[in-house]
């Protein structure tokens, strides 16, 4: 793997845009973009629109929940970011469903269990770890735990782990929203299966992406910085989360 990553220097050389410079620099337009975004913005994103769907909804409602589920998936850029991170460096299909395979185990067990027991902790603490969860794979990618520590950490486990985490992020924000007990553990079950339909959705664009950008001279040259930008992203994410939680917990 460390063969594949070059010098941050190197990764700069030149100003013609490639499909590897095109995504380092997307992706570090996103981190911008994150900064600009409001700090009540960053509590495990859900519309209005759909937080006044589930308060209001009572009885088994299996295609909307379904739907909800999916669309949580596909437009969750923090599972996105963590999943980008754990299949950078998968090259074989087998591979990738074994580490995405666990993270929607982790991911699942979380959400039933925190939402059927009412436990629940402050949504910015979990959201914060989940920043951290995408830092810490890019780091894990960039191989820093081998250099700093001599040790590389079982990313099996890790990736597990993390997905307990995410997990226990929307069964947060769900508490939240004191969803109808009516009709609440067939509802719960619909939304893990339309969270694992939008996983399998963005999975398969990401993987088509990374496989055209692994077939040209300029993945080896803009990994690095790949990764670079998915750490910082992860920063990002858990210093406005931070920032969030000591904000709107005030007195």
Request: proline share 2%; hydrophobic share 55%; glycine share 12%.
């Given at each position: 793997m460390m063969r594949m990553l070059t010098t941050t220097a190197g990764v700069v050389r030149g100003a013609r845009l490639t499909p590897g410079s095109t995504l380092a620099l997307l992706l570090l337009?996103?981190?911008?973009?994150?900064?600009?975004m409001?700090?009540?913005?960053?509590?495990?994103?859900?519309?209005?629109?759909?937080?006044?769907?589930?308060?209001?909804?009572?009885?088994?409602?299996?295609?909307?929940?379904?739907?909800?589920?999916?669309?949580?998936?596909?437009?969750?850029?923090?599972?996105?970011?963590?999943?980008?991170?754990?299949?950078?460096?998968?090259?074989?299909?087998?591979?990738?469903?074994?580490y995405v395979t666990l993270f929607a185990v982790g991911h699942s067990t979380?959400?039933?269990?925190?939402?059927?027991?009412?436990?629940?902790?402050?949504?910015?603490?979990?959201?914060?770890?989940?920043?951290?969860?995408?830092?810490?794979?890019?780091l894990d990618n960039l191989g820093a735990f081998k250099v700093w520590f001599g040790v590389q950490p079982d990313t099996r486990t890790a990736t597990l782990v993390f997905g307990l985490f995410h997990g226990f992020g929307l069964a947060t924000k769900i508490l939240d929203f004191e969803m109808s007990s009516d009709g609440l553990v067939?509802?719960?079950?619909?939304?893990?299966?339309?969270?694992?339909?939008?996983?399998l959705l963005a999975l398969s664009a990401i993987l088509v992406a990374m496989s055209h950008w692994r077939r040209t001279t300029?993945?080896?040259?803009?990994?690095?910085?790949?990764?670079?930008?998915?750490?910082?992203?992860?920063?990002?994410?858990m210093g406005y989360q931070l920032a969030g939680y000591f904000v709107f917990n005030q007195g």
């Open positions: 337009l996103s981190v911008v973009a994150l900064l600009g409001p700090v009540e913005a960053w509590a495990h994103g859900v519309t209005a629109g759909d937080k006044g769907f589930i308060q209001a909804s009572s009885g088994m409602l299996l295609v909307p929940f379904t739907y909800l589920g999916a669309k949580h998936m596909v437009t969750g850029y923090d599972h996105l970011l963590f999943l980008l991170g754990v299949i950078f460096f998968l090259y074989r299909l087998k591979d990738v469903g074994i979380t959400l039933l269990v925190g939402v059927l027991t009412g436990v629940s902790v402050s949504s910015f603490l979990i959201d914060a770890i989940i920043g951290l969860s995408v830092a810490y794979k890019a067939p509802n719960l079950v619909a939304f893990n299966v339309g969270v694992e339909m939008g996983q300029g993945f080896s040259r803009y990994a690095h910085t790949a990764n670079v930008a998915i750490m910082a992203a992860g920063f990002v994410l």
